[in-house]
């Protein structure tokens, strides 16, 4: 009977002790998602202070909370850089988001809404209508028709993938390469497209394909924020799926998860959310391969906290991104895209190095 009690005890104690290292765990797991939210609005605040004309940390503050500050730093905070500034936020999280719930689902360290095609897809909808003078909207809609264009035919793309990924024997690596080959195809489009296009029109393709946040609008951060806070509450209800899906396909299937649904759901959700952003703000590549990793470095698999470090690390990243390029050459904004590929290529070839060095 003691021996019984003994094992009870222990078994108890080992309960408890478990129950106190998850604690731990998740304190520490919480303490880095607010260390994101505060270099979040640090960075947030720096690139408002940064432009033709600089303005101190402490005037910008001011004029966000609507203290005295000269009606010329008012202006130029309040309606012309703090859109921008939040559209690099709202976009680097989306990206993000899509990236690591892509990454998920087709279990591919390099899937993201840029390496399927996706971006690509997008960049040959927006020529287009540069070059051919193309739109998908009626002729009263002819301010929103290089966002829809680049928008439907990411739609399109991702439906494509679906389409064909639905196919039987179609595994999770042969979608990922029917992405890639549908990059190099749109890619091709689009140089096409820029071979016949005007001066005018080449130039105008060119500086959307680098990606750029100045064409930001009040109208469009709504919509591109209204998106993602759709898109969020779902993610968040089949975060413990999406979790169980990082063990494996059968694994999720003997808990009782529909794989192929959540699947399909995921993709053309991520897809929505990648191709509203992209439309606005231009192709903008590899936030949503950086910003996941970045994630699950810090936090892990499990969606609780992987998906708000996922937002959190892309709308670091790309927030970030917007600073340096306005501080690398006084003076001169550079295109945001060109930034992040900076960034983003050294970053892609460790993953694939790190990839290969494993498999073997």
């Known amino acids: 009977m003691s021996a019984a009690l003994a094992e009870d005890r222990a078994a108890d104690g080992g309960l408890a002790a478990g129950r106190a290292a998850y604690r731990r765990l998740a304190r520490r797991r919480l303490a880095l ?26 005037e910008v503050i001011r004029a966000l909370l609507g203290l005295e500050v000269p009606v010329s ?7 012309i850089r703090l859109p921008v500034a939040l559209m690099a936020v709202v ?18 360290p ?3 809404p840029f390496t399927l095609g996706i971006s690509a897809a997008a960049g040959f909808g927006a020529a287009l209508g540069f070059v051919l ?13 290089i966002p829809a264009n680049a928008f439907l035919c990411a739609m399109g793309c991702a439906l494509l993938i679906h389409v064909l990924s639905s196919r039987r024997g179609m595994g999770t690596e042969t979608i990922v390469l029917l992405g890639i080959a549908l990059v190099f195809t749109f890619n091709a489009a689009l140089a096409a497209l820029e071979f016949i296009a005007s001066e005018q029109a080449l130039a105008a393709v060119v500086f959307w394909t680098m990606g750029s946040l100045g064409r930001t609008t009040w109208a ?27 063990l494996g396909e059968h694994k999720a299937a003997s808990f009782g998860i529909q794989v192929g649904r959540l699947r399909l759901q995921t993709i053309l959700l991520v897809s929505a959310l990648a191709s509203i952003t992209v439309a606005f703000v231009g192709t903008i590549g590899f936030i949503g391969l950086v910003g996941p990793h970045i994630a699950r470095m810090l936090v892990g698999e499990d969606q609780r906290f992987f998906l708000p470090a996922s937002a959190l690390a892309g ?10 390029s306005k501080a690398i050459i006084p003076g001169l904004i550079l295109p945001i895209g060109v930034v992040t590929a900076l960034v983003g290529v050294p970053f892609f070839f460790s993953l694939i190095l790190g990839t290969r060095s494993r498999a073997w």
């Open 133 to 145: 003078g193309v739109s998908l909207l009626p002729s009263g809609w002819s301010a929103w028709t």
């Open 73 to 79: 730093v008012a202006v130029v905070v309040q309606e």
């Open 220 to 246: 469009k951060l709504g919509i591109a924020a209204a998106v993602l806070a759709l898109v969020w509450p779902v993610f968040v209800r089949q975060a413990w799926s999406l979790t169980a899906l990082r």
């Open 33 to 58: 998602l607010a260390a994101l939210v505060v270099l979040l609005l640090g960075s947030l605040v720096a690139d408002l202070t940064l432009g033709p004309a600089r303005y101190s940390y402490l």
């Open 315 to 324: 709308a670091l990243v790309l927030s970030a991104a917007s600073v340096l």
């Open 91 to 108: 976009v680097g999280a989306a990206l993000s988001v899509a990236g690591a719930q892509m990454q998920t689902v087709l279990n591919n």
């Open 110 to 112: 390099l899937a993201s």
